[in-house]
C-alpha cells in the first residue's frame, strides 16, 4: 500500500511563508514524479507544482510562480514546498501526488496524500 504522509500545514498571516513536507516509502519516492495538488472550499483542485525524479524538472502554476519553490531530498524520500508571500488566496488543502512525469494534469497523478490545510489570514 503507497503511503504520503504530508505534514507543515497550519495557519499563516499574509506575507508569510511555510513550508510543506511529504514523505513516502523509498520504492514510491525514488521513480516518481511529486507534485502538490490543492483544492480550495468550493473549488475544484488545482495544480500547484511539480518535480521530476531527478529533480531536475520543475513545474508551476503561474499563480505561485515565483513565490513557490519545490525540491526534493532522494535520501529521505520526501519532497518539499517552500511557500513564501502567502496570499489569502492561496488557502486550501494541500495535497502531495506521485505520478510518472511532471504535469499539469492533477489527474495524471496516481498516488495521493491525506493532505494538510493552508489557512492565510489577512
Known amino acids: 500500500q503507497v503511503q504520503l504522509v504530508e505534514s507543515g500545514g497550519g495557519l499563516v498571516q499574509a506575507g508569510g511563508s511555510l513550508r510543506l513536507s511529504c514523505a513516502t516509502s523509498?520504492?514510491?519516492?525514488?521513480?516518481?514524479?511529486m507534485a502538490w495538488i490543492r483544492q480550495a472550499p468550493g473549488k475544484e483542485r488545482e495544480f500547484v507544482a511539480a518535480?521530476?525524479?531527478?529533480?531536475?524538472?520543475?513545474i508551476y502554476a503561474d499563480s505561485v510562480k515565483g513565490r513557490f519553490t519545490i525540491s526534493r531530498d532522494n535520501a529521505k524520500n520526501t519532497v518539499y514546498l517552500q511557500m513564501n508571500s502567502l496570499e489569502p488566496e492561496d488557502t486550501a488543502v494541500y495535497y502531495c501526488a506521485a505520478g510518472l512525469v511532471p504535469t499539469l494534469v492533477v489527474d495524471g497523478y496516481r498516488f495521493w496524500g491525506q493532505g494538510t490545510q493552508v489557512t492565510v489570514s489577512s
Open positions: 518535480i521530476s525524479g531527478s529533480g531536475g524538472n520543475r
Open positions: 523509498r520504492r514510491t519516492f525514488i521513480n516518481s514524479a
